[in-house]
């Protein structure tokens, strides 16, 4: 990507996550990168092009983010449990939000802005939920084999609420809250 394509997909990512997607238009994010609208269009061929990039870019920042925190955790603990890496989940996601989300999950945002299946970028949408949905269910699986699937299911009802309740700031520290509900959750299923 040139210097010129990646201020533009930073300056897009920005003014999408903040403004939304239907509000910000290329003649914005041309200005705020520096860049002309045929740069935009040279490198990216369309707005719904560059949303999909943003959304991807997203997408394999908190991938890596959470693929980190999870390393660190077993560096720390050569052999964490199965409930401690489910936790660390509720962990990173908080962190990532106090640095990343203060508007709650792009995703999220983004879903509520293009809901339609054929839209290019539905399919990272859904995708970045599905990953999500996969690891509390293989995670889970660990905890109780026999009700994986139910308990990945809870904890990705807790994890998205949690990240929904954090982008509209009705009350401090959903994802923390969350990370309690999830431990209580856990706890009844590890008997």
Do not use: V
């Given at each position: 990507m040139t210097p010129a394509a990646g201020r533009a997909l930073e300056a897009a990512g920005k003014l999408f996550y903040e403004r939304g997607i239907h509000a910000v238009g290329v003649d914005l994010i041309a200005a705020e990168a520096g860049v002309t609208k045929k740069t935009l269009y040279d490198r990216f061929g369309s707005?719904?092009?560059l949303v999909v990039e943003?959304?991807?870019d997203r997408d394999e920042r908190w991938r890596a983010f959470l693929t980190r925190w999870l390393?660190?955790?077993e560096a720390r603990d050569a052999e964490p449990d199965a409930a401690a890496r489910i936790l660390a989940v509720f962990d990173a996601s908080r962190a990532w939000t106090a640095e990343h989300s203060t508007k709650g999950c792009s995703m999220v945002n983004a879903h509520?802005?293009?809901?339609d299946p054929s839209h290019p970028a539905h399919p990272?949408?859904?995708g970045q939920k599905r990953w999500m949905l996969d690891l509390f269910t293989r995670l889970a699986g660990e905890v109780d084999q026999g009700r994986a699937e139910?308990?990945?299911?809870?904890?990705?009802?807790?994890?998205e609420g949690a990240l929904v309740a954090h982008g509209l700031q009705i009350f401090?520290?959903?994802v923390a809250e969350a990370?309690?509900?999830a431990r209580e959750l856990l706890h009844v299923h590890g008997r």
């Open positions: 707005k719904e092009q943003y959304l991807a390393e660190e955790l509520a802005e293009i809901s990272i949408i859904t139910e308990l990945g299911r809870s904890l990705m009802l807790l994890h401090d520290d959903p990370g309690r509900r």
